[in-house]
């Protein structure tokens, strides 16, 4: 089965660059999407169809994805943006999720 | 606005069932696939199973086929989940997603805990 695989953790000071990635076989060709959840909530959509933000996400976010890696990129990080973030494509009329990575903002 | 809201959660002893609604609303949920995902303590996002607009297209995770069935009434606006044989380890938070096909909008979630 397709495996989509998350670092565990990522560790960025406020104001800079955090890059999350998630890496699957052949990825790129696929469409990757990225979700935000913090303690206690529903999981939030980031990112999708590769680059694309929904209408509400701030501008610092974005994505990429090429060869077996998608990358979240959030710029000029701020403490609300600590939480945890999954990625997610499809495969075979099959939902992957990526582990998930917790990005902490100290 | 787009609402979805879960329901029909709770405490249930293993190999018992449980039936699962989500409730939509603020959209036409007859034109959209829908979803279940969960959630078990600690731990990531799983996903569950999907059904597309019209019902004709089913899929199931490999670790609830078999055991769960989805479906939905698009004249009540509703999504379902029926859940039997259940194990510990569908202990969760399951939750609705709306699938355009990323998930922009999900439910707060409805938890289900498998205990005897």
């Known amino acids: 089965s397709y495996e989509l695989t998350q670092p565990p953790s990522v560790s960025v000071s406020p104001g800079q660059t955090a890059s999350i990635t998630c890496s699957g076989d052949?990825?790129?060709?696929?469409?990757a999407c990225w979700y935000q959840q913090k303690p206690g909530q529903s999981p939030v959509l980031v990112i999708y169809?590769?680059?694309k933000r929904p209408s509400g996400i701030p501008e610092r976010f974005s994505g990429s994805n090429s060869g077996n890696t998608a990358t979240l990129t959030i710029s000029g990080t701020q403490a609300m943006d600590e939480a945890d973030y999954y990625c997610q494509a499809w495969d075979s009329s099959t939902v992957v999720f990526g582990g998930g990575t917790k990005l902490t903002v100290l | 606005e787009v609402q979805l809201v879960e329901s029909g959660g709770g405490l249930v002893k293993p190999g018992g069932s449980l039936r699962l609604s989500c409730a939509a609303s603020?959209?036409?949920?007859?034109?959209?696939?829908m979803n279940w995902v969960r959630q078990a303590p600690g731990k990531g996002l799983e996903w569950v199973s999907s059904?597309?607009?019209?019902?004709?297209?089913?899929y199931y995770a490999d670790s609830v086929k078999g055991r769960f069935t989805i479906s939905r009434d698009n004249a009540k606006n509703s999504l379902y989940l029926q859940m039997n044989s259940l194990r510990a380890e569908d202990t969760a938070v399951y939750y609705c997603?709306?699938?355009?096909?990323?998930?922009?909008?999900w439910g707060q979630g409805t938890p289900v805990t498998v205990s005897s």
């Open positions: 997603a709306r699938d355009e096909p990323f998930f922009d909008y």
């Open positions: 169809e590769d680059s």
């Open positions: 603020g959209f036409t949920f007859s034109s959209y696939s």
């Open positions: 059904i597309s607009s019209s019902s004709s297209s089913i």
């Open positions: 052949k990825l790129g060709n696929k469409y």
